[in-house]
């Protein structure tokens, strides 16, 4: 058993080169490629537990836990990868080396390729709203150091004039920079009135969070280049 294969791999190759005899029309002295593939997914070992408490990525290492049997029954797989590639050219002219209108669609229909994922799924949700828990009680106890949080509400009032001036890190230090972020946090995912509220807090949080953990999840979406090349 070859945890790290593909079992099922289907690739095409299209490519179509105008006939020198077309001289009119959108196909002459163009030439067209498509490619498209469909294969499984890559394997990777599930982490049980008491062995994956931790949000560990299918392509990093399980912790280590000794040799354990039936190893192979423990693989799972990522879903399916599909793509499809597209790239259109046309010289403009006859002309030895004339430049070539192009079009380049690289996932043409855009289809989601999941690179990699949690090796427990179940444990994301609650992982992350812990995560934007702790993220946001950081924010607030900053905020208290600085008399700008308000207990009751759980909102961080950024509104009063020099607020930033005077604004001080946990270490004391100057943190201005600290003060600016949240006020630009607040203008993003709140209403831009300075009062940073609990739910907005968690918004940021959340967001950074998707940013960060599930951002590179995915491989590349649909991208188009369209441009002018010098023939050859």
Known sequence: FNAWSRPHT???????RAPRELRSGWLSRSELWAG???????S?????????????????ACPSFGVVGGLASMYTR???????????????????????????????????TVIRSYRDAALLAPARS?????????????????????????????????????????QGSGGAPDCVALLRAEARYGNGDGIYSADEQRTAVGAAFDATHLGGLNGTPRRVRVGIEMGI
């Open 130 to 170: 812990q995560i934007i828990e702790n993220g946001v009680e950081i924010i607030q106890v900053e905020a208290s150091n600085n008399g700008a949080y308000d207990a009751s509400t759980g909102a961080v009032n950024l509104s009063a004039p020099g607020t930033c001036a005077s604004w001080i890190t946990f």
């Open 10 to 16: 289907v690739s095409a190759v299209v490519q179509f």
């Open 78 to 112: 990522l879903p399916a990868r599909k793509v499809l590639d597209l790239r259109f050219t046309k010289a403009l002219s006859d002309a030895p080396y004339a430049p070539r209108f192009f079009i380049d669609a690289r996932n043409l229909l855009n289809f989601t």
């Open 36 to 42: 498209f593939q469909l294969a499984s997914g890559t």
């Open 44 to 60: 990777y070992l599930s982490c049980p537990a008491p062995f994956g408490p931790a949000l560990i990525l299918s392509d990093q």
